[in-house]
T-cell receptor, first 115, second 112 residues
Framework: NAGVTQTPKFQVLKTGQSMTLQCAQDMNHNSMYWYRQDPGMGLRLIYYSASEGTTDKGEVPNGYNVSRLNKREFSLRLESAAPSQTSVYFC??????????????FGSGTQLSVL | QKEVEQDPGPLSVPEGAIVSLNCTYSNSAFQYFMWYRQYSRKGPELLMY????GNKEDGRFTAQVDKSSKYISLFIRDSQPSDSATYLC????????????FGTGTRLKVLA
């Protein structure tokens, strides 16, 4: 049972470099999310995709772009990485966003350091 | 003021103890309340969810919601070293705007 798979698990970037974090889910979920987790700040939503073909900003979207490639895959791109983007990034999925008892399923995370 | 407040811990207890983890919130519109468990270097996994006020029990875990006090709790009975993890509360409501808010998490260590 793969669930939500994220790649890579670790990444070190220099300021100004770009990269794409990949995420795929095999649970036939409609909705997918990108969160970042920082000490003392908890999980903060960057972007989400309620369904294939739609994306919306979350709480902290600046400096990021996303692509919902198909129902299974949702990527997060950092165009010009900054040290403030050093964080652990989690991809998640759910059956349908915005339902009252929505349950999120998370990947194992990507630890990103920007020097 | 954050919408959801959670004591970061760490909370250290001996094996077999009863653990109480808590969150407070400020928005009375929250309807569903979840607890996620996160092991070190892993993603959070859903542990329990409850709707509105009351208790829900699942094995050694009990989730409690007091909407009048805007306070939720997770109790762990007969705690085990394998329960050592960070516990995050989360809550959500549907009112046109998407809201799924997480607490910052409480780190729990159960000592053998």
């Amino acid at each position: 049972n793969a669930g939500v798979t994220q790649t890579p698990k670790f990444q070190v970037l220099k300021t100004g470099q770009s990269m794409t974090l990949q995420c795929a889910q095999d649970m036939n979920h409609n909705s997918m999310y990108w969160y970042r987790q920082d000490p003392g700040m908890g999980l903060r939503l960057i972007y989400y995709s309620a369904s294939e073909g739609t994306t919306d900003k979350g709480e902290v979207p600046n400096g990021y772009n996303v692509s919902r490639l198909n129902k299974r895959e949702f990527s997060l791109r950092l165009e010009s990485a900054a040290p403030s983007q050093t964080s652990v990034y989690f991809c998640a999925s759910s059956e349908v966003a915005g339902t009252a008892n929505e349950k999120l399923f998370f990947g194992s995370g990507t630890q990103l350091s920007v020097l | 003021q954050k919408e959801v407040e959670q004591d970061p811990g760490p909370l250290s207890v001996p094996e077999g103890a009863i653990v109480s983890l808590n969150c407070t919130y400020s928005n009375s519109a929250f309807q569903y309340f979840m607890w996620y468990r996160q092991y070190s270097r892993k993603g959070p996994e859903l542990l329990m969810y409850t709707y509105s006020s009351g208790n829900k029990e699942d094995g050694r875990f009990t989730a409690q919601v007091d909407k009048s006090s805007k306070y939720i709790s997770l109790f762990i009975r007969d705690s085990q070293p394998s329960d050592s993890a960070t516990y995050l509360c989360a809550m959500t409501y549907t009112s046109g705007t998407y809201k799924y808010i997480f607490g910052t998490g409480t780190r729990l260590k159960v000592l053998a």
